[in-house]
């Protein structure tokens, strides 16, 4: 198992009452598995993730990542593991605008030490997304659909076990979202696990498995999808 | 666009400085001074002083006007745009500097005794304008070297 | 291809590079810091040595002038001001009978009086080689043999003409050997014989000069200076001194060193003043600029930490680019006070009308040091509060803030 997420829990005070962004979540996701989760915003679906990526620590439960306990690690611990046991594919624009596309990949490579060449590794991985011609641009010069594509090279810099993806897909185009979600295919296919989040239901017939988060709790997906609406 | 403005501000203010230094700033002797045909025999009498008009005061004179030419060629430098042109009149400001650093130093001089205005703040100053001009135009020069090169490379 | 690795170092220069005008204005800012403070350092440093060096070239204990000529002492001193004041030589003879009295020596001053602008003169002076203890001690720095008849040595500040001569009144005069720079007056002095300054004056009648001396260099002087022995207080036999001889005026040397010291006391406290209101206003206005654009960037920040950048990381990349902004700064302000305050330095003491001596080039280098390790300090504590908050923030909720 690669990630094994144990009744985890993220509780929040409103005013006086209670709020649970995450309810008792259950989850576990195997090599190579590419897992979809979906919902609405606001469901405790970006929280989930953070968690999982060391950025919120739960109020109580355990996160277990290739064998290893996330919750107990200390900063430095935890930023090497952000760095290179996953790859997180944040929502929205994160690059670095003062950066060339090249160097938004090789980024990572640098905060930690790691052995190898980053330059023909980000090339590589570039020439794999399609979009190696752009390496010596800025961020700024890309559509929607390019950028993803550098967000994806970025994260895959450092050989993760397991990539999460934040709504990856959700300010882009019919025909880009199709494009990307091909591409995470192969990427499980070659053996990084995927985590996605995402509203969009389209998306979902991609994935091995399919989730549903609602309120902070978590449902294996396939009967409810055909009740619900989105 | 800001390398013209501002190459030609600086040149400007140099040049302005160079030519009205001695006369304003660092006043030399002589230039203001009125003095009485008596006064200046009894003093070359005296020995005190080598000749009629001192070194300082033809040293102001010459760099009042390569003070002006390198100002002129500041303003110069704003309005023409060709870059080879304004390459040209750089490679003329270096020349000039070098003029206006030569002539207090070597070529006219100033007075020889200690505690003169001339010596003591027309000098230097003159020496670290005319410098400027120099540094400043001989990277200016090498600035729009490299982007004609990268012009002519992206034609 | 091989690029440069994004190292901390190049990723603090990128992010100054990428906003010029912000990174411009934070070095203007260290500059000024940077040339006030250095260029107020070398002007006090300047000042108390150009003190020193007065104080170790006066020699004398105590200066015996014609009553009313003191204050004309400190002028010729300082200022190098022509003076032209004379008693009778017999004076020194009841001068050496006083008690605790161990050297004494007399000068005979000549300054040739000119009214046009460019004639600074030059005060000539007659000594006593046999009896002098002031400025052969100062000549033997650079040359060796005594000085002879019609020979002449000068203050370092007297430039001769080409073939190290200088004329008087049509006639050339050889100079044999240099002073030790002082920053004082008599710097621009020349130092004669008696029989050469007899000569000066007949020469100068012959053209007609305008010298307003006393002809009798045989009988007259200009001043007396005695070395009193240690064991002796100066004060008392000063005034012992004007008891026993009529018409005249005594000057104790610690008298005119004090009163310059409390001149320069006065003066160093402006300077330090001003020091320190630049300073505390420039580092206010680097605090202000680092903090306001510290938060600006508290979503490049975020990302940082999302792939993975410890908080130790983050704080390097601010420290570092607050390091590169006070090592540039400061440069830029070293050379600019330079421009300055070395070239100008005579311009500077004569303004000032204080002894002022430019320190050794070691001091230089020490005030250079230290000026660059304030600004660092400076900018370091400027950025550090910024730096450590944005890297405790939650990461999580900066980005979704910037949502």
Known sequence: ?230 | ?155 | MILKPLTTFRLSMNNLRQKPFRTACLFAVVAILTSVFFGGSILTASLENGLYSLQSRLGADIMVVPEGNDTNVEDILIKAEPSNFYFSANIADEIKKIEGVDKVTAQFFMTPLSSACCSIVIPIIAFDPETDFLIQPWITKVYNDPIKDGEMITGSSVLPLEDNTLMFFNKSYPIIANLKRTGTGLDGSVYVTKDTMKQLIIDAKEVGADISTDENVEESVSAIFIKIDPAYDSRLIAREIKQKVPNVDTIVSQHIVSNISNSLKVLESYIHLITAVVWILGALVILIVFSVTLNERKKEFAIFRILGATRKKLVAIVLTESFLVSIVGEIIGIILASLVVFPFSDLISSKLQLPYLQPQNSSILAIIALSLILSILVGILASIYGALKISKAETYLTMREGE
């Open chain 2, 1 to 155: 666009m800001k390398n013209r403005i501002l190459t030609s501000i600086i040149l400007i203010i140099l040049g302005s400085l160079i030519a009205l230094g001695p006369i304003v700033i660092f006043p030399v002797c002589g230039i203001h001074a009125e003095e009485t045909e008596h006064e200046m025999a009894k003093e070359i009498q005296e020995g005190a002083m080598q000749q009629a008009k001192m070194k300082c005061f033809w040293t102001a004179r010459a760099e009042l006007g390569i003070g002006i030419l390198i100002a002129i060629l500041g303003v110069l430098h704003f309005i023409l745009k060709s870059e080879q042109l304004r390459i040209g009149l750089s490679i003329g400001a270096i020349l000039n500097g070098v003029l206006a650093l030569l002539i207090p130093n070597t070529l006219i001089g100033v007075c020889r005794k200690a505690g003169m205005m001339c010596r003591i703040g027309t000098l230097p100053a003159l020496t670290i304008f005319s410098s400027l001009v120099i540094i400043v135009c001989t990277v200016n020069v090498f600035y729009l070297y490299r982007l004609r090169k990268k012009d002519l490379m992206n034609a």
């Open chain 1, 1 to 230: 198992m690669v990630l094994t997420i144990k009744n985890l829990t993220k509780e929040y005070m409103r005013g006086n009452t209670a709020f649970y962004a995450v309810d008792n979540v259950n989850l576990s996701i195997d090599r190579s598995e590419f897992v979809s989760i979906i919902g609405r915003s606001g469901s405790g679906k970006s929280t989930l993730l953070n968690m999982i990526a060391g950025l919120i620590k739960p109020t109580s439960g355990s996160i277990s990542v290739d064998g290893q306990d996330i919750l107990a690690l200390n900063d430095k611990c935890i930023s090497l593991y952000r760095n290179s046991k996953i790859g997180y594919v944040p929502q929205g624009n994160t690059a670095l605008g003062d950066l060339t596309v090249l160097d938004n990949v090789r980024l990572p490579f640098y905060l930690h030490k790691h052995m190898g060449d980053p330059t023909s590794k980000a090339l590589s991985l570039l020439e794999q997304l399609g979009i190696s011609h752009l390496a010596k641009m800025f961020p700024k010069h890309l559509s929607g659909g390019e950028l993803r594509r550098v967000f994806i090279a970025r994260a895959l810099i450092n050989d993760p076990v397991m990539l999460i993806a934040d709504e990856p897909t959700s300010d882009l185009d019919a025909e880009t979202t199709i494009e990307i979600m091909e591409l995470f295919s192969q990427i499980a296919k070659k053996g990084t696990s995927i985590l996605l989040v995402t509203h969009e239901l389209d998306t979902i017939k991609y994935g091995d498995s399919v989730y549903v988060m609602e309120k902070g709790k978590l449902t294996r997906g396939d009967s409810v999808l055909l009740t619900s609406d989105f």
